[in-house]
């Protein structure tokens, strides 16, 4: 049997571990932003029923009715609403959202932290501490980050390898 995550997101001040399922880690890895395009972006969504721990399991991908310029993104309500009904139909919930930056370290933005706080506002009741996740030009481990948004802050999330079969679905 395979181990079914390519790495984990821990966060140690709040003691929370997210597993990336390998589907999703290569999705980011195949969404970075080239020299010169535009962002783009999409929701997260977890698996809230796996007994061994938070699993990152989709991530949608870019919108033909979302807009977006080098430094900025603005996805599609209509299609945000769409993609979360159809993702708890199967039974799992958002938790966040990814975009990409032009940067090769991505590191939130003043806009990236206002977005965050006005998603956080506007989902208090089912999502009070969003996930996000940027994917960045750089091919090493640090090229994507996630950062949990709590108590007006964003945390940084630790990024740890690890695919040694211990943690499967």
Not at 37 to 47: S, W
Request: net charge negative; glycine share 8%.
């Amino acid at each position: 049997m395979t181990a079914l995550h390519r790495w984990m997101w821990h966060w140690s001040d709040l003691d929370v571990t997210l597993y990336v399922h390998t589907s999703v880690a290569s999705f980011f890895e195949n969404h970075r932003q080239e020299q010169g395009g535009h962002e783009r972006g999409g929701q997260l969504f977890v698996d809230v029923t796996r007994p061994n721990g938070l699993w990152l399991v989709e991530a949608t991908g870019p919108h033909l009715n979302d807009k977006s310029g080098p430094t900025w993104l603005e996805m599609d309500l209509k299609r945000c609403r769409e993609e979360i009904e159809e993702a708890n139909a199967r039974g799992l919930r958002l938790i966040g959202y990814w975009h990409s930056h032009p940067e090769h370290v991505p590191a939130l933005s003043g806009q990236d932290i206002k977005s965050l706080t006005k998603f956080s506002q506007q989902n208090t009741h089912q999502l009070p501490n969003p996930l996000a996740v940027i994917v960045g030009r750089s091919l090493s481990p640090e090229g994507i980050r996630a950062w949990i948004y709590q108590k007006r802050k964003a945390l940084l999330a630790e990024h740890i390898e690890q695919n040694d079969g211990q943690n499967k679905f």
